[in-house]
């Protein structure tokens, strides 16, 4: 006997299929955050839609993040789509009618992972004063589980369907697939070793006394990042700091990867350049990037907004043989589940925590690189290569908001609302769906 998973994201009845009622009035969203913070925030604004029976308005790109970038919906995702493809769900139109551009609107902050209960009676309540609710905020504004199965698998249709990205960054994306390709099945490496992402963490593991003290004044001069004083080797000890490019080149390694190994890096600029990658270049040569791939002709387009430079790189790895984050951020979670949604596709985590204990015996002289460290390494990561498994709930002893914070996002694995489990019989042939 042998078990499979098939996508099962359309509607499980028919009675849970109906087209949206008369609409109760106009919901506006402002998005925020990066490219796939905003990704899931706009996929739970849909299902926030259908719960409190409105009309959504095309949702608004942050402007204001750390990356300042000025693009609007329909530079980034296919608009035209996204409002054809949920039509049978959600109603969309693109701006807020004009006869509503004046009345007054219910600004709210929609309360963190919050479920049914919460939007049928305190947000719908809205429509007896109000004929437009703003959402100030979209990122986790809806619960993980315990939702019905109609709006779990709305979520999944919106992201994983309907939030495909703009006809021209999607052929830029096939083409960067297309010679990445070329050199052979790859490995898309999210290498988050980036300036913002080392200032935020406060990770200045291996870098120069100049290096952390410019890291520590973009922290310190960054009003809304609020933690500021970081104590860089606990973060690390922690398992709470990207991996450096010589910690991944040691990782690839000892997993096995050869040396011709393609790599695709899915990154932003990496912080210090060439003098942080040269133990990555010396053992992994075919290392590829964007830049690499296109020229600045072909990329020009896309520049100067980093939302659709991520977008690339998303659309890169997505389509990888292999996908490794270096780190558990945005990007990390969203191509993961995305490749979960796919089929499973190999997705490697890296158990940072341990890995840099052993990194560090590495160093100290304690063990050898080769069989030693590869034996280890192996062993570590033998049930953290995207195998099929159902989404984690809170850890235990966890309580109010900490408990939601703990579970693993609906996004990163949306197993087992819209992807279901079939065993077939090669005696037979027949197969039956398992629950």
């Known amino acids: 006997m042998s078990f499979f998973f098939i996508l099962c994201a359309n509607f499980s009845s028919s009675s849970e299929s109906s087209a949206p009622g008369e609409s109760s009035g106009y919901l506006l969203v402002h998005t925020n955050g990066g490219l796939n913070q905003m990704r899931a925030g706009i996929c739970d604004m849909v299902a926030v839609a259908r719960i409190i029976n409105a009309t959504l308005v095309v949702p608004e790109l942050d402007k204001n993040s750390f990356w300042q970038d000025t693009s609007i919906f329909s530079d980034v995702f296919d608009e035209d789509y996204f409002i054809s493809s949920l039509a049978s769900d959600v109603k969309i139109v693109r701006k807020l009618p004009k006869d509503m551009s004046g009345v007054t609107k219910a600004v709210k902050h929609f309360r963190s992972w919050s479920g049914m209960d919460y939007y049928k009676e305190e947000i719908s309540s809205l429509w007896e004063d109000y004929k437009v609710i703003r959402a100030a905020k979209s990122d986790s504004r809806l619960a993980n589980n315990n939702l019905p199965p109609d709006i779990q698998k709305l979520r999944c249709r919106a992201c994983y369907e309907a939030l495909r990205f703009s006809p021209q960054i999607e052929a830029m994306g096939k083409l960067l697939?297309?010679?990445?390709?070329?050199?052979?099945?790859?490995?898309?490496?999210?290498?988050?070793?980036?300036?913002?992402?080392?200032?935020?963490?406060?990770?200045?593991?291996?870098?120069?006394?100049?290096?952390?003290?410019?890291?520590?004044?973009?922290?310190?001069?960054?009003?809304?990042?609020?933690?500021?004083?970081?104590?860089?080797?606990?973060?690390?000890?922690?398992?709470?700091?990207?991996?450096?490019?010589?910690?991944?080149?040691?990782?690839?390694?000892?997993?096995?990867?050869?040396?011709?190994?393609?790599?695709?890096?899915?990154?932003?600029?990496?912080?210090?350049?060439?003098?942080?990658?040269?133990?990555?270049?010396?053992?992994?040569?075919?290392?590829?990037?964007?830049?690499?791939?296109?020229?600045?002709?072909?990329?020009?387009?896309?520049?100067?907004?980093?939302?659709?430079?991520?977008?690339?790189?998303?659309?890169?790895s997505v389509a990888s043989a292999v996908f490794i984050p270096t780190y558990s951020g945005n990007m990390a979670r969203a191509v993961e589940g995305h490749r979960r949604y796919l089929g499973h596709q190999k997705t490697v985590t890296p158990d940072r925590k341990l890995l840099v204990r052993l990194f560090d015996k590495v160093e100290r002289g304690k063990l050898r690189e080769g069989r030693p460290l590869a034996t280890r390494v192996i062993e570590l990561h033998k049930k953290r290569q995207g195998s099929p498994r159902k989404r984690k709930g809170p850890i235990s002893g966890t309580k109010g908001m900490d408990r939601f914070r703990s579970e693993e996002s609906f996004y990163v694995n949306p197993l087992p609302d819209c992807l279901c489990q079939r065993q077939s019989s090669l005696s037979t042939g027949t197969s039956s769906a398992i629950r």
């Open 177 to 316: 697939v297309d010679r990445m390709r070329a050199y052979g099945p790859y490995i898309a490496l999210h290498l988050r070793y980036e300036k913002d992402m080392l200032a935020f963490s406060g990770c200045t593991h291996g870098l120069s006394v100049a290096e952390a003290d410019e890291l520590k004044k973009i922290r310190d001069d960054t009003s809304y990042w609020k933690i500021k004083d970081i104590d860089s080797e606990e973060q690390r000890s922690k398992g709470y700091c990207p991996l450096t490019p010589t910690e991944v080149a040691m990782f690839l390694t000892a997993l096995g990867y050869p040396s011709n190994t393609p790599i695709y890096i899915a990154a932003g600029e990496i912080y210090g350049g060439d003098a942080h990658m040269g133990e990555l270049l010396t053992r992994y040569p075919l290392l590829m990037s964007k830049e690499k791939l296109a020229s600045v002709e072909e990329l020009e387009p896309f520049l100067k907004h980093a939302s659709q430079m991520a977008a690339l790189d998303y659309i890169v």
